[in-house]
């Protein structure tokens, strides 16, 4: 984490880069004013990591913020050297002539408090103890993430986000943007999100958050005082959220019922084992060894606790009645967590608020993970969308590149 | 466990009681010969629990074997004491005048071997080494149970069941019953069931086995000889499946966003927890201490496994060439582990193989439980479709009360 690197421009030119950020390097802030949380507590202070890809115009009228989902971060697209073998989690739709077009926009994505990849948080040092925050480190509400996220729009000197983008988790942050700043953004694009979580979402998490802290190396959230960590029971919970982002029709046709090891034949002396448990297990095993437990069960909560109209008497109209902007919401067919039906409640009650609204349903057997994977259908409809919102900076004589 | 209780028939009279099988006391019964297994082990010996409900005709052409799910047992009907709280699983649709008549029928319903409600299984004393079977317990295929059910049904005397009936896992070793011994059935009801399970099916029960083994008191499965019991990985195993057997709206419709604890005021010092998360909990809990994990792997492995079709080159329409009963087939809207597309998938190869088959599916808020629970339409069609079972018993003028 430093300030640019000087390779950045350089490896950005390679031709096999032409649609790619290139090479990027987190930045740190520190906020040293203390932050009211809805909780009720205080964060006296607090590090914001983020990066940014593409370069703010001279009327910082072309920003756009990046809000990510339960295990996302800060590194949304490009690379951090030459040799990593994985672009950020959104690369296939940020970069150059993409639909989060970085020729054309500022876009800052940062990771949020409470997070595990450098941003303050549960493995952060609790200054007035010395030790990690572990389980001490305030709930988190997506408000909290919001009020921080408009800080540091502040010190980038971005009065007004030309968009703010998320999906899931991060959707649920563009929306309460929309809430809490209606005059700080002009777009707000909401993918595969909800109003609120479902009982069942709920008990989702709930199952997940028991497979964690059941874990006898949970140690009530203090194991990395005890030099512990709860691997098996995080790996659990990762299983049980990774079924539930795919669908039933894509881990059939990735999979089927097809055998890892053994067969079925009498006297077999190998376990039948099959090819959707040995994945589920890489995929638990390689989260649990990447993931801190602590802020897992943050961001669950977190999501958990989203509920866009509590305070506007349950009523989602009332609430968007506040918003500005405009709105691009997306939902996939397969995805059952976050299901069309739920996008489709959010795009009634905008309409019903007099909100401009445009919706996407798209056809995918990916499930809630669609929103991070290719979909040509999808990406057209992002990049048309994210074209007329550039093209607005032009016509209003602020695009000065 | 004993033979027949005198007071059985006495407390079958209470007024209270009319629609009940009354009082009921399980039996054992041993087995001496040696059972071939499927994946090619032998069990030398092995015993069997189970209950009968009603009277064995003169004709012995009355008798229904009720196979049982997942977590089920030989308890499917009336109580155990007086002052016993619950009744068995299934008693809403078994006694005097229910689908599932005993005033007509000779009921029979026993606990799986692999169980652990009285039947050989991990918990019960491996012959060569004086301790628990364990995970040494050989696996179980449906037609394992299928096999062994075929030995009862021969030492009680019945060569022919008038009906085999199961729901989930159940429904399969109906199925299997149907090709088995394609004489030894006149009827196959098949609930909420599968010719196969999905990926999908097959992850969760991956992450429920998971959440056993990973909990260290698990021990490798040898907790019972280290006096260990690995509660909190079999109550996350029973929460991911409770949260599965249920629907999205059924949750929803139970417990909503309702709050149990807390308030999402700032500065309440109770952590805010829903009232789905401590049912849960509650049902996790208290299904841990009654429930035998090995026994849950190896009940969900036996569900894994089952592929109706394996060794007829994966056509059902040849599987289905063999029987020579007829079905009924049930299934619920809301069921997503077991949807209406896995029975009508059914219905489709028997009315292919020529086999005579009705196909009822219903409309219930309640997921794969329905098939436990009361719904008017369900238990219509069902107890419709029984009549004409005990009518055909009369009209072959074998019925001999």
Redesign the interface.
């Known amino acids: 984490m430093s300030t640019e690197n000087p390779t950045a421009s350089r490896e950005c030119q390679n031709t096999a880069d032409a649609d790619s950020v290139g090479l990027v390097t987190p930045r740190k802030q520190e906020f040293t004013e203390p932050l009211q949380l ?3 507590r205080v964060l006296q202070g607090y590090t914001l990591v983020y990066e940014t890809y593409g370069t703010l115009n001279t009327d910082r009228s072309n920003a756009i913020l990046i809000c990510h989902a339960l295990s996302g971060h800060h590194h949304a697209a490009g690379r951090h050297s030459p040799d990593d073998k994985r672009a950020g989690w959104w690369d296939h739709y940020i970069g150059p002539g993409k639909p989060i077009d970085t020729s054309k926009f500022f876009v800052v994505s940062l990771n949020n408090l409470g997070g595990c990849h450098g941003s303050t948080g549960p493995v952060s040092i609790n200054p007035t103890t010395g030790k990690p925050w572990g389980p001490d480190f305030p709930p988190m509400r997506v408000r909290d993430w919001v009020h921080s996220q408009a800080r540091l729009a502040d010190l980038l000197g971005i009065e007004q986000w030309a968009a703010v983008i998320g999906g899931s988790l991060g959707g649920m942050q563009a929306m309460r943007w929309a809430l809490e700043y209606p005059e700080r953004l002009r777009h707000c694009v909401v993918i595969a999100s909800a109003m ?5 979402n ?3 998490n ?2 997940a958050r ?2 964690i802290t ?3 190396d949970f140690c009530g959230g203090r194991y990395l005082e005890r030099e512990k960590l709860p691997r ?2 995080l ?2 919970a990762r ?2 959220g990774h ?1 539930t982002y ?3 029709d894509g ?2 046709n ?4 097809e055998l890892r090891t053994g067969s ?1 034949q ?3 002396d190998e376990e ?1 084992e ?1 090819q ?2 040995s994945y ?2 890489y995929q ?1 095993d390689s989260f649990s060894s990447s993931f801190d437990p602590n802020t897992y069960i943050l961001m669950t909560r977190a999501l ?2 989203f ?1 866009l109209a ?1 305070e506007y008497k349950d009523d989602p109209v009332a609430a968007f009645a506040n918003a500005s902007c405009r709105f691009l919401l997306v939902a996939f067919t397969s995805d ?1 967590r976050f299901a069309p039906d739920r996008s489709r409640e959010i795009v009634n009650a905008l309409m019903h608020a007099n909100v401009s609204v445009s919706y996407a349903e798209i056809e995918s057997a990916m499930g809630h993970d669609a929103f991070l994977l290719p979909n040509e259908r999808y990406e057209g409809i992002f990049r048309a969308y994210m074209q007329r919102v550039a093209a607005e900076i032009i016509e209003e004589g602020r695009y000065a590149y």
């Open positions: 809805a909780c009720g609120k979580l479902s009982a069942q709920i008990a989702f709930e199952t028991q497979a059941s874990d006898p098996r029971g790996a659990v299983m049980i079924i795919l669908s039933d881990l059939a990735k999979f089927g019922r079925f009498p006297g077999s039948v099959f959707i448990q589920l297990r638990g958990d606790y509920d509590r059952w």
